[in-house]
């Protein structure tokens, strides 16, 4: 059995469909799956015994005709039996309806359901799970199992060589890093300024955290957000000591450092989704905007958790429309004081370094 599924983007929505593919080989152990993905995303399904091949696709050239049609061609020329269509935008129908797969199956979207053979309409409450995100691809899953009912694995995983972790480690040795303490990596910076909590916060809740526990301090950003970097820095106690190096440039290579930290605190980002991935305990600040069921995939256990607006303001979303949360982020951001952070962050810090000694 050949299978092809299709998701392009956001490194969270590539990372988390994986999970369809690693239960695809236990239903079909002698199966041959192929991933379609943008290239940039393509650093979370490396290495995974579970996909056979990754096509990876330049995402600046996609609106080409000419190199659509080489896609096209070759998806064709595969015949795969089953294609999963998860993007829902014109070159991924494309490449379904000209490929000559025995079973196409996709997210309901009226326009082109004709196209699948069987269509999956996306939940909006997560019913086994704890984020849409995740549930929707079980749904997917489900499918199958009348061939093969086995066990659904929900997790998420990214696979590291021994070599990467290693190097990985060297450079944060190199960097003054010490691993007789905890390592904490912080998630200092969101994507974008409408998914980052306050600097002044930030930097509270960092000096709080090297004032109250023996840790090493690893800020996680993009290296286009040094700027915002210096600024936050320029706002922490002068006694406050963090590493800003070693960054990684690469997905793998943040996965890498990542791996070799104890845990992840900070603002949602791809970066959260990874250390998920490698089962390191996470402590998320979620934008005010954000629906926690959207997006808090894994957060039934005490592994993970988070803070949000509406843990303390339980009607936020009622008294708002999510529009008018995300165009004032920053305004509802400054509601998220740094005491009601450090209030839900206690607990997890508590049983996730109980093992080090404190400072204090």
Avoid at 84 to 99: E, G, K, R
Avoid at 134 to 161: C, G, H, M, S, W
Avoid at 217 to 229: A, C, D, E, G, T
Avoid at 235 to 258: C, D, H, I, W
Wanted: charged share 20%.
């Amino acid at each position: 059995m050949k299978a092809l599924i299709i998701q392009y983007k956001n490194i969270g929505d590539v990372l988390v469909s994986s999970v369809i593919a690693n239960n695809l080989k236990k239903i079909y152990p002698h199966s041959k799956i192929d991933f379609l993905c943008y290239k940039r995303y393509m650093g979370v399904l490396q290495k995974n015994p579970n996909i056979d091949r990754i096509i990876a696709l330049d995402s600046n050239r996609v609106r080409s005709l000419f190199f659509l049609y080489k896609y096209i061609k070759l998806i064709k020329s595969e015949k795969y039996d089953i294609l999963i269509n998860l993007s829902q935008n014109l070159s991924s129908f494309l490449f379904t309806i000209f490929s000559k797969s025995q079973k196409k199956y996709g997210f309901s979207q009226n326009l082109f359901n004709k196209i699948y053979d069987k269509t999956f309409t996306k939940v909006t409450v997560p019913v086994t799970q704890t984020c849409n995100l995740l549930e929707n691809r079980l749904v997917v899953i489900e499918e199958f199992l009348k061939d093969n009912p086995v066990p659904i694995d929900p997790q998420a995983k990214i696979y590291l060589t021994e070599q990467e972790i290693k190097e990985a480690k060297e450079k944060m040795i190199n960097s003054g890093i010490r691993f007789t303490r905890p390592i904490i990596m912080l998630g200092v910076l969101g994507s974008n300024v409408k998914n980052t909590w306050t600097l002044g916060n930030m930097a509270k809740f960092i000096d709080f955290i090297w004032v109250n526990y023996r840790a090493d301090l690893l800020f996680n950003y993009l290296p286009s957000q040094y700027k915002q970097i210096n600024e936050l820095l320029s706002l922490l106690n002068a006694n406050t000591k963090v590493f800003v190096q070693p960054v990684g440039k690469t997905v793998r290579e943040y996965a890498s450092f990542m791996q070799n930290c104890t845990l992840f605190m900070g603002n949602d980002s791809r970066a959260v989704l990874i250390a998920k991935a490698l089962q390191k305990p996470t402590f998320t600040i979620y934008p005010p905007y954000v629906h926690r069921k959207d997006v808090a995939c894994y957060e039934n256990t005490s592994l993970h958790q988070s803070v949000h607006l509406q843990d303390f303001l339980p009607n936020l979303f009622d008294d708002f429309y999510q529009s008018e949360l995300k165009k004032d982020s920053s305004k509802f951001y400054l509601m998220l004081s740094n005491d009601f952070v450090i209030l839900k962050v206690k607990p997890f810090i508590k049983e996730h370094l109980s093992i080090f000694k404190k400072v204090k």
